[in-house]
């Protein structure tokens, strides 16, 4: 769904106010430290219950306040959500909800700024995280898998830890390899996915850099998972928590046999990263059918002219509501003739700009 008003209160550096927004594109300028990355992290956390810039919520209430209050009203539904010191509220059509999955799983929203470009060379958890969000909003089962893996490994890395009851390992070893094997087998099936995409003409990779796309399980191959806990036991007792499991899995990416990090420029490694961010759009786009709010922060210190002109092309064509912020009021040369409404922040006011 897109978002077509936003209020917020106490938010940042942000004057309290309410913004009607286009349901495509969404321009939003404005000097450094004015305001804009504060816009996009409010439309991020409502729709997340999350933030980009930081793990802890609380850091969004603006200083010497009480707490954060935003509300926006989507195609179908409402949002609300607030956060003070002490608690976090969500509500959907003015329900309070009690798990965060209710919320997320109705508007995927996605960001790309500077972090964005460590999906290549940073840890393979950038890759898993990558793969988590497609997976999240196309299949449903996925997030049920999750949580009980993740329950799974916790119980199981107390254990080690503690080195008490370890005649319970066999219980959560149990428990742990049946979301674990569903998992992994999503997880290879959307690597493919996304390389059958990269291989399109969808994402116009530069000098057709002939890249290879391999999800690498977090176990030795050969062994199956019961098999690998079970000859790993003795290690994970001494290190206190469990060496292999899907949450060492890796995507790994290539260019002719070579790790892409060792082989591509910066501006190339970029691109492959946008790349492989349009190709995760366009998968959850066409199998999830929902509308995706995409928020860019500030393309333009990050991809030459030419690079950002393919990626908003590319962008627009998938149908996504684009929230693009700039320091100056700039209109990419491909969002051209298409329609767009545009804000200007100043001093964390935000005002709707008319159209020349
Ligand atoms: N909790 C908070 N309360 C009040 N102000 C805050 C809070 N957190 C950050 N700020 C301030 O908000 C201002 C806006 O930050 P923001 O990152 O949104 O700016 P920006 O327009 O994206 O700048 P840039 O162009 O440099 O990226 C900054 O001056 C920052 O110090
Ligand atoms: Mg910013």
Redesign the pocket.
């Known amino acids: 769904m897109s978002i077509s008003q936003l209020s917020l209160t106490n938010f940042?550096?942000l004057k309290s106010t309410t913004l009607d927004f286009h349901p495509s594109i969404n321009l939003i300028s404005?000097s450094?430290?004015?305001?804009?990355?504060?816009l996009l992290e409010s439309i991020h956390v409502l729709c997340q219950a999350c933030s980009f810039r930081t793990h802890q919520l609380k850091?969004?209430?603006?200083?010497g306040n009480p707490g954060f209050l935003l509300f926006g009203r989507f195609g179908s539904y409402k949002a609300g959500l607030s956060r003070s010191q002490q608690k976090l509220e969500i509500k959907l059509d003015g329900e309070p909800i009690r798990r965060r999955s209710t919320l997320v799983s109705k508007t995927p929203v996605n960001i790309v700024n500077a972090d964005s470009f460590n999906l290549i060379t940073g840890s393979p958890e950038q890759r898993r995280k990558y793969l988590n969000w497609c997976l999240f909003h196309v299949e449903h089962q996925y997030s049920e898998h999750w949580i009980r893996f993740k329950h799974a490994l916790k119980q199981r890395n107390q254990l080690l830890k503690s080195r008490q009851d370890l005649n319970l390992l066999d219980y959560w070893d149990g428990y742990l390899i049946e979301p674990s094997v569903a998992i992994s087998q999503y997880r290879r099936r959307y690597t493919a996915l996304i390389a059958e995409q990269l291989a399109g003409r969808l994402t116009e990779l530069p000098g057709n850099i002939p890249i290879t796309l391999d999800y690498v399980a977090g176990w030795s191959e050969e062994a199956e998972l019961k098999q690998c806990l079970e000859d790993s036991r003795d290690k994970d007792i001494r290190a206190g928590y469990t060496n292999y499991g899907i949450h060492r899995d890796n995507l790994q990416i290539m260019v002719d046999g070579r790790p892409a990090v060792q082989v591509l420029s910066r501006g190339q490694l970029k691109r492959l990263c946008l790349a492989l961010i349009v190709a995760a759009l366009n998968i959850v786009r066409e199998k999830s059918n929902k509308k995706i709010i995409f928020l860019i922060d500030?393309l333009r210190s990050e991809l030459d002219e030419a690079s950002q002109q393919i990626a908003y092309r590319q962008l627009t064509d998938i149908g996504l509501q684009l929230f693009v912020?700039n320091?100056e009021s700039h209109i990419p040369t491909a969002l051209r003739g298409k329609e767009y409404k545009m804000f200007h922040?100043e001093h964390g006011m935000i005002k709707a700009l008319k159209k020349r």
Request: net charge positive; with cysteine.
């Open positions: 940042r550096n404005g450094n430290g004015s305001g804009k990355t504060s850091q969004c209430i603006s200083h500030d912020t320091l922040v």
